[in-house]
């Protein structure tokens, strides 16, 4: 092979290897959206939203909510038994008891089971309702408020599968509970005791 056939050679298969690598980047980006079930940003409205109590409204393109008693807000669609739930959260300083949580399997009772930060006064906890009453079904971190800051943005991720449940800050894994109380139901957002901000909700299949 002389020279130039030989850098023809090395183009092509160069061109080819790109090609590749394309095909391979936009087969993962198709996947990845094929899984998504619903997303906000909270640029638009809030039509895809029911509110259930309390004041939920859109400031600088985030979902804000000041609450006192636990407020909740639901996604309006299905989203069946398996997913994930990510979201982004801030709670403001003030906050003496800062919590911010996602709400799941939020039945035509109006019971529901709810995970994520401050939740108990821990770094994340998981509770349930039941009968309209509240209790607590797992904790991660320390107490007392003590891992929660306020005017951060936290990742907060809640993984259902079956009747396995389990919360992640910032991508680390902080607690899990088994519960089959509740086995289907609406997804959404609550908060108590603070002002807080969520964005970027997004329920992922898995
Ligand atoms: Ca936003």
């Given amino acids: 092979m002389n ?9 092509a298969r160069a061109v080819i290897a790109l090609v590749a690598v394309g095909i391979l980047i936009s087969a993962a980006i198709m996947w990845r959206n094929s899984t998504i079930i619903f997303q906000d940003d909270f640029s638009a409205d809030l039509s895809n939203w029911q509110v259930v109590n309390g004041v939920w409204a859109l400031e600088m393109q985030t979902l804000r909510c000041d609450s006192t008693a636990r407020m909740v807000v639901l996604y309006n669609g299905d989203v069946g038994s398996n997913y994930e739930i990510t979201c982004h959260a801030l709670i403001l300083g003030s906050a003496s008891k800062p919590e911010a949580q996602i709400a799941f ?18 770094k994340a906890a998981i509770g349930i309702f039941e009968s309209g009453a509240a209790s607590m079904l797992s904790s991660g971190g320390n107490g007392n408020y003590s891992d929660i800051n306020g005017n951060v943005w936290y990742t907060l991720k809640v993984r259902v599968k079956g009747s396995s449940f389990s919360v992640y800050v910032n991508g680390e894994f902080v607690c899990s509970t088994d519960d089959t109380t509740h086995e289907v139901g609406r997804v959404g957002l609550t908060a108590i005791y603070s002002t807080v901000y969520y964005d970027d909700f997004q329920v992922r299949r898995i």
């Fill in 3 to 11: 020279d130039s056939k030989a850098d023809k050679y090395r183009i």
């Fill in 105 to 122: 399997r939020y039945g035509s009772d109006g019971n529901y089971y709810f995970a994520g930060l401050g939740a108990y006064g821990y």
